[in-house]
Antibody, heavy 122, light 112 residues
């Protein structure tokens, strides 16, 4: 069965960096585009970043552009999010999610991880 | 960016009654070439990640009870729960995937 497991969250000071990972299993990871999505405490969902199935195309929300970098390692079936210059407003649960269609781009997301909490605070 | 606006922000419905959630996009999410609206609905229960319910505005995911239905096209969409059950208490989000990806602010559904 499809599983997505995030890790790497924690408490970090403003201006510092953190790297999140998402371990995928139960499907051919290299065939699917992936996303990072976040949810601030008590708030709604905000898409953060997209990476195509082959890693050739990356798209970021304006709120994180220039600070966050999405990447994937198909040999390890992992999706990463490097977060630099963190701000208090980046505090959220971060989810990885899978595009529902193999090789698809404009798709909904059919599997989500359980999320990892990032708290940016001094 | 395409802005998604849901209404209401919350609603309380009696068990067995109908719940209706609306979602409006700031521009059309209908692709003329395939006549599909790039609109999905998700359900998020407390402490859980979102779960995909419906895509292409009206296509229910496998395993989703048929009391959930989606309708609409272009800029106006509706999620209907025909007979509310206790396990349907959740926050519901619409999402457009026509241009990048954006969500509505969510609608909280409770039991009256």
């Amino acid at each position: 069965q499809v599983q997505l497991v995030e890790s790497g969250g924690g408490v970090v000071q403003p201006g510092r960096s953190l790297r999140l990972s998402c371990a995928a299993s139960g499907f051919t990871f290299s065939s699917y585009a992936m996303h990072w999505v976040r949810q601030a405490p008590g708030k709604g969902l905000e898409w953060v970043a997209f990476i195509s199935y082959d890693g050739s195309n990356k798209v970021y929300a304006d709120s994180v552009k220039g600070r966050f970098t999405i990447s994937r390692d198909d040999s390890k079936n992992t999706l990463d999010l490097q977060m630099n210059s963190l701000r208090a407003e980046d505090t959220a649960v971060y989810y990885c999610a899978r595009s529902s269609v193999r090789f698809g781009v404009q798709t909904e997301w059919d599997y989500w991880g359980q999320g990892t909490l990032v708290t940016v605070s001094s | 960016d395409i802005v998604m606006t849901q209404s209401p922000d919350s609603l309380a419905v009696s068990l067995g009654e109908r719940a209706t959630i609306n979602c409006k996009s700031s521009q059309s999410v209908l692709y003329r070439s395939n006549n599909k609206s790039y609109l999905a609905w998700y359900q998020q229960k407390q402490g859980q990640p979102p779960k995909l319910l419906i895509h292409w505005a009206s296509t229910r995911e496998s395993g989703v009870p048929d009391r959930f239905s989606g309708s609409g096209s272009g800029t106006d969409f509706t999620l209907t729960i025909s007979s509310l059950q206790a396990e349907d208490v959740a926050v519901y989000y619409c999402q457009q995937y026509y241009r990048v990806w954006t969500f509505g602010q969510g609608t909280k559904v409770e039991i009256k």
